[in-house]
Structure formats: C-alpha cells, structure tokens
C-alpha cells in the first residue's frame, strides 16, 4: 500500500510555460516532505522541502504548496526550461524519537520540457 | 558540499554470488541509509542505520542485509544473488537536525546492478 502516491508517470510541458507535479499522501502523521529531481544514471539530488507548519515554500522558479487537509502536495516550476527534464520523486516523513526520520517516495513523475 | 560515494556505478553479477555495495559519507552525517530504484515503483527502502553498529530494516529487506562499522561507511549485502534483485541502488546520507528533524538526504550517483 503506497502511502506517498504520483499519480501521473508523465508530464510534457512547452518551455517558459508552468510545470505542475503533484502528490498525494495517506500518513497523517507525515510532517515533512520533499521534492528530488532525478536525471538518468545519477542519484536524486534534492530540490526543495516543505514542513507541515507551513502551506507555501518558494525557491527561486520552485513552488511547493501543501494542503493538509487533502494530504496534496504539489511542485510548481516556472518557467520550464529543457533541464528541468528529469524525473520528480516527492518524499515524506513523519516525527520519531530516537532513530532516523525514512524517507517514503512517491513512483515519480518524468517531466519533459520541449522547446 | 556533501559528497556520497557508492564503489562501482556497473556490477554485474552472477546467481547466488555474494554481493557488496559500498557507500562512503564525507560529512559526519549520523543516518545513512540504501533504497532501491525500480521502474514505476519509485525508491523503496531497503535498510537504514542511525548511528555505527546500528541498523534498521526498512520496507523491503528480504536478502539483503548491512554493515555500518564506521560512522562514514555503510554497505549493502546481498547474501546470495538473485536475478530480481536486478536493480539502481542508492546510498543517501542525512544529519539529524533542529528537534530531532532531519535535514535532506543526499544521494550517491547509484551502482546498476545486473544479476546473471
């Protein structure tokens, strides 16, 4: 059962236009969550995160906004450029005491930008 | 920069070999962990270490299992090979921050295992 969920295994966008990547989750106790970008034969590399106490993040062309209240999270890019193809993963944790925070990803969204 | 070094980015390995995977932190990060990548099913937790000595099984670790003897080492071990354990594995490594809170993780380049 996948608690960290991405609906949409591709998303193509025109460049300069807004690319919109979306997640769902089913933990409530999740309270942190994390957008990493993926390019083939490489590791993720994280791009922004967000904590449960707010609802907007914003870095640069990345917006991430979380509504609790339909456990939705989403990745806005904008503009999309060609780079900004690569594969999405969104990731969540919930707060433990003691050992590490895991990580649980989402199957991840492969996002072309066409120019 | 916080630099995560998996040993080899190709094995490729025969049925029922022993199998290490190597990783190798460069920031004196307390958690480290290794995930597998397969297609459509995202990154899913193999196991994951708090501190040296300790470990944890995440959400899938039949056949494998790990050593952590130094706070910077972490390796994966796979006891006898099998060919659906085919698959991108990755190393990440993350600190505990402000009230227990991890920071982000940060990945290694990932070893492309093939089992014959």
């Known amino acids: 059962d996948q608690q960290v969920k991405q609906n949409s295994p591709s998303l193509s966008v025109q460049e300069g236009r807004i690319s919109i990547l979306n997640c769902d989750y089913t933990?409530?106790?999740?309270?942190?969550f994390l957008w990493y970008k993926k390019y083939p034969a490489e590791g993720p590399t994280f791009l922004i995160s967000i904590s449960s106490i707010k609802d907007k993040n914003e870095d640069g062309r990345f917006t991430v906004f979380l509504n609790k209240s339909a456990k939705h999270l989403s990745l806005h890019i904008v503009p999309s450029q060609p780079g900004d193809s690569a594969v999405y993963f969104c990731?969540?944790?919930?707060?433990?005491?003691?050992?590490?925070?895991?990580?649980?990803f989402g199957s991840g969204t492969q996002l072309t930008v066409l120019p | 920069d916080v630099k995560v070094t998996q040993s080899s980015r190709y094995l490729v390995k025969r049925t029922g070999e022993k199998v290490f995977l190597e990783c190798v932190q460069d920031m004196d990060h307390e958690n480290m962990f290794w995930y597998r990548q397969d297609p459509g099913l995202g990154l899913r937790l193999i196991y994951f270490?708090?501190?040296?000595?300790?470990?944890e099984k995440g959400d899938i670790p039949e056949g494998y299992s790990v050593s952590r003897e130094k706070k910077e080492r972490f390796s994966l071990i796979l006891e006898s090979a099998s060919t659906n354990q085919t698959s991108m594995y990755l190393c990440?490594?993350?600190?505990?921050?402000?009230?227990?809170?991890?920071?982000?993780?940060?990945f290694g380049q990932g070893t492309r295992l093939t089992v014959v």
């Open positions: 990440a490594s993350s600190s505990t921050g402000w009230w227990g809170m991890n920071t982000e993780a940060f």
């Open positions: 933990n409530s106790m999740f309270d942190y």
């Open positions: 990731a969540a944790s919930e707060g433990s005491s003691g050992s590490a925070r895991q990580l649980t």
């Open positions: 270490s708090y501190d040296v000595k300790m470990k």
